[in-house]
């Protein structure tokens, strides 16, 4: 049987059988410090599935940074150091590896985040792996589950503009990369969101249908889905289609108090799973790296 009859979620239950443990089931991991904790968030993007070569290589030392720093802010966290692997065939131009580390020192730059460098290795493609180290106070931490009946739902933004780069790039619009990449992780809601009573955290990285199942999942909750948070959506199927995309790395997250200056997603329920804004309850869960019928950048249109 071949990993994508099984997809993503099984493959990692098996994973953590092979291991005998019990999977933490967050985006980073939680290591303890009696007063703190540090955070451990690790992330790959890879040539002809996340990104092309032709693409601007500094957009994608930047987009390898943000989506690493995005796991550090869904658990109220603040970046300290980051390492990356490289992997590059050798018949790379120099200049493409330089402009990649000067996107990543910018990008880290912008963050207050230190290079501590990393691992050089040859490939027969390119393949870039992040690993940042973070911390946050004990208790002051987000998790994916915490979520209680009667809390809202909320997003820290509207979203639509990178789910509709990623579709039309596969319709054959090539220039779309760089909607694709230019992504902001939400390290600047520190502050307000660490005043807030914020029960439940995940960042939308692949869709809102999976991002909201996996809240539901890990609180055991139902979750309902009551405004269309997608901006100018121009039909229920593009609704459905940019729910299902993702890539925007909003953060999610569910309150019992009522929050302005956020959208409103929806309501935690009593229950299990989530039900969409026309009812249907079973909806898929969204982007999965093996079943998915497209990656996040394809070479073949």
């Given amino acids: 049987m071949e990993i994508k009859d099984i997809g993503e979620r099984k493959l990692i239950d098996k994973i953590w059988k092979i291991f005998e443990e019990k999977n933490e089931d967050e985006d980073v991991h939680f290591f303890d410090l009696g007063k703190r904790y540090m955070l451990l968030a690790m992330d790959t993007i890879n040539e002809g599935f996340h990104f092309e070569k032709w693409w601007d290589p500094k957009l994608v030392g930047k987009f390898l940074v943000d989506i690493n720093l995005s796991d550090i802010a869904s ?37 207050d985040t230190k290079f501590s460098g990393g691992d050089l290795k040859e490939s027969k493609k390119i393949s870039l792996t992040g690993l940042v180290l ?48 230019e992504i902001n992780p939400r390290l600047d809601l520190h502050n307000s969101l660490s005043k807030s009573r914020v029960t439940s955290c995940i960042d939308n990285s692949d869709g809102v249908y999976k991002s909201l199942n996996i809240l539901s999942s890990m609180s055991r909750v139902k979750i309902k889905i009551e405004h269309d948070i997608s901006k100018d959506s121009r039909s229920e199927k593009e609704r459905v289609s940019i729910f299902s995309t993702g890539g925007d790395y909003e ?9 302005m200056g956020y959208p409103l997603v929806g309501r935690v329920l009593k229950g299990k799973g989530i039900a969409d804004l ?20 394809p070479k073949n249109l």
């Fill in 251 to 259: 953060l999610l997250f569910t309150s019992p108090d009522r929050l």
């Fill in 134 to 181: 973070g911390e946050v106070k004990k208790g002051k931490e987000f998790r994916r589950s915490g979520a209680k009946p009667g809390d809202f739902v909320y997003i820290s933004s509207t979203i639509g503009k990178n789910e509709r780069a990623i579709l039309d790039y596969h319709k054959g619009e090539r220039g779309k990369f760089r909607e694709i990449l």
């Fill in 278 to 297: 026309n009812g249907k309850s079973g909806i898929a869960t969204g982007y999965d790296h093996f079943r998915s019928n497209f990656g996040r950048s």
């Fill in 75 to 111: 658990k109220n966290g603040k970046p300290l150091e980051m390492m990356v692997s490289f992997s590059f065939p050798r018949t790379l131009d120099e200049k493409w590896a330089e402009q990649l580390v000067m996107g990543i020192r910018d990008e880290l730059g912008r963050f």
